[in-house]
């Protein structure tokens, strides 16, 4: 079981940067998927980025490669995303999600994950 609570968040203007920290508590010494995940209204909640609490193997969604970057400090247990190059389509609520039994390898519904944080608005103008 984890518990999961975000920060960050905000405007920027189109081009610009954010980061979205995601603070993590452990009650459990199991392996965890953390995921960030993004929704709009209307639209279902997508996988943004998401790696292993325990290495370093990160998968992304397409639309953001080479512009978002997720990472885990371990000692603090802090999952980040830091987004970079900001386009007016990234602008959504932010999700921290995670779960043991899902597998990281690639974006996964956000119906196969357990728990949730409360989520944070990305606003992005142009």
């Known amino acids: 079981q984890v518990q999961l609570v975000e920060s960050g968040g905000g405007s920027a203007q189109s081009g610009g940067s954010l980061r979205l920290s995601c603070a993590v508590t452990?009650?459990?010494?199991?392996?965890?998927?953390i995921a960030w995940f993004r929704q709009t209204p209307g639209k279902e909640r997508e996988a943004v980025a998401m790696?292993?609490?325990?290495?370093?193997?990160?998968t992304y969604i397409d639309s953001v490669k080479g512009r978002f970057t997720i990472s885990h400090d371990s000692a603090k247990n802090i999952v980040d995303l830091q987004m970079n190059s900001l386009k007016p389509d990234d602008a959504a609520v932010y999700y921290c999600a995670a779960d043991a039994d899902v597998h990281c390898s690639a974006p996964q519904p956000s119906r196969l994950f357990d728990y949730w944080g409360q989520g944070t608005q990305v606003t992005v103008f142009s």
């Open positions: 452990y009650y459990d010494r199991l392996v965890y998927c």
């Open positions: 790696m292993y609490n325990s290495n370093d193997y990160k």
